[in-house]
């Protein structure tokens, strides 16, 4: 990204910042009124038999990978499919949730720890709809996706920005990519916004900040109640501004435990408690279920205890976002200090005790106070 658009979206971080200052966005609405943690039996199955107007959402636990299967009325999608060690276990997953076909499959991009079970899938149930992006991938469960589509005739359809689609008693809408031609793969990942009711939950595959910052301009609202976690909570996921716009109440982050790449990042994870989010990680809790009955979202286990509930930050607050921290160094800024931190590294506070609550100490440069 050149330094010149790098600047642009850095003033776009600010000014997102101040305008929620301006129309007193207040998080406490969505967590209270939408987001409720089940009570949990023994098995962890805690949620009661569903209605017919309630649309599910397992976030399916595939290791350091990613996979979710979407339910509403009858009607089945599924979203990646984790890697290959895990694709066996997606389609058997499928089978004891009674999918007999699939209305969609979105494979959001093409690394194998989100394609290989899509191949598996596909090799298993008849699908109606595949959404991918448009590029291609130099690799074996790339040319696998491929062959799989052409054994049985059917075409891609490539993601555009803002086209929404039908599930049952559900809708979502494209939200990403926004552009032919990225140098990172992941951020040709597709994005979307699933609405039901008044409930929505976002996400976004793998995408990095480009894309984050390409979905802000769109202009499309990324508010929501729960936020799948873009890239496993990788630190150059997840960005401040993209976290303001969405607001959510909770987040899940599939993840594999000791993973290699550490992932969640603890600069995400800072973000996340910042924000007050309710987490859900599938290397602690395995497979997580919510369900919406278009008013309330319930989850089949209570939230990972890290980063739940208490708003350090004030991305929820009432008081705004007066200070900037710097989740590396721990010290937190004036927003016009000359040493403000990347955005990927930006969480906001709106009291001097806010930041000192979340364990940060002033800059000696801006002396903040």
């Keep these: 990204m050149d330094k010149n658009k790098l600047r642009v979206r850095k003033f776009l971080a600010l000014f997102l910042a101040l305008s929620l ?3 007193g966005c207040s998080f406490n609405n969505v967590i209270t009124d939408k987001v409720t943690s089940g009570e ?14 309630d649309l599910e959402i397992h ?12 339910e509403s009325n009858s009607h089945f999608m599924l979203v990646d499919g ?13 089978e004891d949730q009674d999918v007999d076909k699939l209305d969609y499959v979105i ?10 079970g899509v191949v598996g899938a596909l090799n298993s149930y008849d699908a109606e709809v595949v959404i991918a992006p448009d590029y291609k991938a130099k690799s074996k469960v790339y040319q696998s996706f491929i062959d799989v589509l052409d054994s049985k005739n059917i075409d891609i359809t490539y993601p555009k920005t803002g086209t929404k689609y039908k599930i049952g008693n559900a809708e979502f809408t494209i939200l990403a990519p926004n552009d032919t031609h990225y140098s990172d793969a992941n951020d040709y990942s597709v994005a979307i916004k699933l609405v039901n009711g008044s409930n929505t939950f976002i996400m976004t595959g793998d995408a990095e900040i480009e894309s984050e910052y390409e979905m802000l301009e769109t202009g499309i609202d990324l ?88 708003k350090k930050g004030s991305t929820s607050s009432k008081s705004g976002n007066n200070y900037i921290g710097n989740v590396n160094s721990k010290k937190f800024h004036k927003k016009a200090c000359s040493s403000l931190p990347d955005e990927e590294n930006m969480v906001y506070f709106g009291t001097i005790n806010e930041a000192e609550d979340a364990g940060y100490e002033p800059c000696g440069i801006c002396n903040p106070e």
Excluded: W
């Design 21 to 23: 200052v301006l129309t």
């Design 40 to 53: 949990v039996s023994s098995d962890g199955q805690n949620i009661q038999q569903k209605k017919g107007g």
């Design 59 to 70: 976030f399916i636990d595939v290791g350091q990978g990613s996979s979710a299967l979407i």
């Design 82 to 94: 984790g890697d290959s060690k895990y694709s066996s276990r997606v389609v058997s997953y499928l």
């Design 107 to 116: 494979a959001t991009h093409y690394d194998a720890d989100h394609l290989n």
């Design 223 to 310: 508010s929501c109640d729960v936020y799948m976690a873009g890239h496993h909570g990788s630190k150059s996921s997840s960005s401040q501004a993209f976290m303001q716009a969405m607001q959510p109440a909770s987040v899940v982050i599939s993840v594999g435990k000791n993973n290699k790449y550490r992932h969640p990042s603890d600069e995400a994870m800072a973000r996340f408690n910042a924000m007050g989010c309710d987490i859900y990680r599938t290397d602690e809790l395995g497979d997580i279920i919510a369900v919406s009955d278009g008013k309330t979202i319930k989850f089949n286990t209570k939230a990972s205890k890290k980063g739940t509930g208490k």
